[in-house]
């Protein structure tokens, strides 16, 4: 036999002959024959919605009190994507990760379908929303007839016109105002407390860190859930960035949060030490030796802390006093600077004091009025302190309370076990929840009536003066859900004397509001408009009405009400035991533990890189102590209880103190202490022992090596060595490719950066990037196209040294897992972009093992969107089947659609006008994107900064990404 | 021996697709023809698919745009064949239910065309789908392949210097 190569006809050409005669058949192709598709055409097509393009729609967050503005863009009357809102003066187009996430809870599988009715102790069965409204307002009556007191709610934060409607139902029903209970579990109420005692003003500061040279942190995690986060971290990069002087942040706590990994110090003060930092603090600032010309508060105060011995301030925080006094001094320097207090993790039963000195420290230093802005809050629904919480549930449990009505709260699960939450609502005889899917309170009411997610609501929120977000339905709604603020007025119509509102329906509810407020947010001397018609339609379509704020006032201190505060804490009392500081602290992805959400779960912790579940953490010497290891389970026990959670070896922790997320573990662990000033809850102060278990967890941890072992991977920079080493690349082996029109490039300034992982879930929900659940994630299966490459320090035992590096495919020049692939599925394309070709690539898995920066991920099994999050998924982007690699595109899709933009307008590219997602989201806008062939172009300047340099930048790939190294402050002097 | 015997087969399995090549569009709901609206009628390929040159999709038309017509023409009494069926499609349109028509053309899911791009480049219509002007029932005429695709992008591409992007795959797969 002749060798096949011979054969006249060979392969290619019999493959020719059959598939040129089918040239004109239809079988061709690889596909297979699909089955029958339907088209289903518009009856009458909407004026608003080209099929194929995006529409877009202004609302705002609900996810916490920052209320920021949002843009949801929507493709055939579904919300895929929402991003914040550039007009808005609060994110300013940015949307943190929870804010993002926010979606998923819009297309949750478990959402209610309609209102349910649960008789006696039967399962909840469905109901007409007609029925359970009626239910309602003949119990509310009977209940009203009893008496005061026997209708109450429990309500989340609504500073806008759901909390108008609810306070009127409840008046038309006879109650109360303290009846209405507002629980926002993370709510510094402290600062509220000590506000009211020392300025007399019961409300928060709004915090502007635009002119901050120092900001002091003690527990608040501003970064990453405190106050407003988003505002928070655009400030302090501005500040980090700005010409002449940087920005200095100092944490202070037992752990290091990812506040604190962004802090220039830290400032390791014991739990509970916090507020004798201040005090500290407060005494260098008021010393006559440190400052000549000190206001008349440090003069005041000065004869009361000089008597203060230092060595026992320090001995009771935890923290030599030379630090303090080092701090301190930059403090009378740096001003006007911001002491941020108190935060969950140093919010402990004295919380009032720790708030009173940081509001002291700040006025001695003259911040008030300048970083902490009084007289402007949007304070409209302050929420309650946990102990009216307490009494509410104290109420219910004696049988006191007939109608509880709960709203966007879900107290049963959230609240910590020992106040008794479940046991309490059981006793309600008629429990109504507006919940949207099935939580731990659910089960006790009687009424479920499924209030519409945010993206189906009319609404407004106005989370400080001078800015009023409005809420508008995005999209239809999904089920037969309906809106409370609609249920509230529609039952409040049936009330006997019925409630004082316009309207039931929530758009003329909203608008007739907004309305009102036209003209307060107008700037001053602006008078009335023309049309508050007009205007409220304009308001619509940008998404709020917003106004320059107020001046701020300055209000003075009570030196005499301040006298209270200033006596040093009581030295804490000798136990044995072993026992620990228990710190149980919010993260920006699981919040205040309510993260239940798919990409938030999936998502790892930057600090610890954990998913999917809770974790322990322990100092290394602690845990060498206790014997116990990362990924082994130990039993947590407090005064309340006790939980076993994976262990994770932290070193960003003091050796006396163990910490925790906030959620179920820490909500079981946590007393009901409350500090008795403010009522506030006492998440600090809880002492713990930990054990061994003696079983091993299965902890889903992302981490290789936390440690960079000598390679210096993510280099800093300081003021002595402005520049990162950068290797001599000029020898090349191989010739360059051309990028004849673009070469799209990134910058990522690492001293803007914070970690707040907000780029990863734009990425997830820009990209299809699918969810693979808590197994794949122990398996190191992690599908993120993005990630947070965190460096705990150099070698294991060595110093705490955390580095930050968002890490994505680099798009390298002479990228190494284009050459390997043995079916020319990734390839360089002429515009510099390292593609990943889906339909080509057969998972032979080579680039992935090839690539130095680990970015590509792949597909082990197909991914699963269970329905309806599947209307999430972007039509722009391939979903991608098991078996395929896959890897971040630099956002392909919004190439190609401003590329398509400029070619229809026939211009170039302008510089700017294409964004990726990750770059859009980010709060401190440390992303930067464009073409590195215009030299003028906004990356290329950002890219010849000193500080730039590349990751693995010797091994000769010339990636597209460049980053600037973060800035080591020396210590000052 | 061995290379006629392939021939042979290569044959027959052409003959096959020969055989195959000129099938008859899928049936659809109701007998609608392009000869009709667009040869006899003369009405514009876009005046129906609106979206064809701003959008991914050209669309299919609207109940409403149906009706637009349909109102005025509902019967034609010299022709009873059509008459009847005109007859039928008042009801339809006023009981609002759409026409659930069998897809003709299809891509698959990792494919991004776009008809925006194509016929704001000045492509035909007729270039893509043939003749659907004469067509009682439209059929697919093109294969749709990537092969027949890139034979017109690289011809575009020999023709216009500097159009990298005509040929890269992240053009379409993305």
Known sequence: MRDPSEWPLGRRSFFRIVGGAGAAGVAAGCSPKPAIQRIVPYLVPPDDVVPGKPTFYRTACRECGAGCGVTARTREGRAVKLEGNPEDPVGRGALCARGQAAIQALYHPERFKGPLRRAGGGPAAPVSWEEAEADLAKAIVAAAAKGPGRVRMLTAPEPGTAGAVQRALLAAAGARPQDRVVLDLLDPGPLRAAGAALLGRAELPIVDLTEARSVVALGADFLETWGSPVELARQLADGRTRAGERTRLTWVGPRLSLTGVSADRWLRARSGGEADVVLGLLRVAADPAVETGRSKEARALWPRLSAISTADLASRAGVPWGEVERLGRELVLRRPSAVLAPGPQSQGADATRLAALALVLNSVLGNLGRTLRYGQGGDEDAPSSMAEVRALLDDCARGEVDVLLVHGVDPAGLLPVALGAPAALAKVPLLASFARRPDATTPLARLVLPDHHPLESFGDVAPRAGVLNLLQPVMTPLADTRQAIQVLAEVGAQLPTPAKLASTDPYDLVMTRAGERVASLRAPGAGLPADPAAELRAAREHGGLWAPPPAAVAPALRIEAAGRFLAPGAPRAAEGGGALDLVAFPTALRGDGRADLPWLREVPDTLSSVSWTAWLELSPATAQRLGVATGELATVTTAAGHADVPVYVFPGIRDDAVALPLGAEAAALLPATLDPVSGALAFAGVRATVARAGKRARLPLLEGSPYQHGRNVVPVVTRAEPSPPRPDLSARMYPEPAHPEHRWAMAIDLDRCTGCEACVVACFAENNVPVMGPEAAEQGRYMGWIRMERYLGDEPGGALDVRLLPMLCQHCTNAPCEPVCPVYATYHTPEGLNAQIYNRCVGTRYCSNNCPYKVRTFNWRDAQFERPLDMQLNPDVTVRSRGVMEKCTFCVQRIRFAEGRARDEQRPVRDGEIVPACAQSCPAQAITFGDANDPASRVSQVARDRRAFRALEDLGTLPAITYLARVREEEPS | ?174
């Open chain 2, 1 to 174: 021996m061995i290379p006629l015997r392939a021939l042979a087969v290569a044959a027959a399995l052409a003959a096959v697709r020969v055989l195959a090549a000129e099938p008859a569009g899928p049936a659809q709901p109701i007998r609608f023809s392009h000869k009709v609206h667009a040869t006899d009628a003369t009405i514009g390929c876009t005046s129906c698919h609106v979206y064809a040159e701003r959008s991914t999709v050209a669309g299919i038309p609207s109940m409403a745009r149906c009706f637009g017509c349909h109102k005025f023409v509902k019967e034609d009494p010299a022709n009873p064949a059509l008459d009847r069926e005109l007859k039928a499609l008042g009801p339809l349109l006023r009981e609002g239910k759409p026409i659930e028509w069998t897809r003709v053309h299809r891509l698959p899911d990792h494919v991004f065309f776009t008809h925006e791009r194509h016929v704001r480049s000045g492509m035909r219509c007729q270039d893509c789908h043939g003749p659907v002007e004469q067509m009682e029932v439209v059929r697919q005429v093109a294969p749709l392949t990537m092969g027949w695709c890139l034979e017109c992008h690289h011809r575009k591409q020999r023709e216009q210097a500097g159009r990298a992007r005509l040929t890269d795959c992240v053009t379409c797969h993305k």
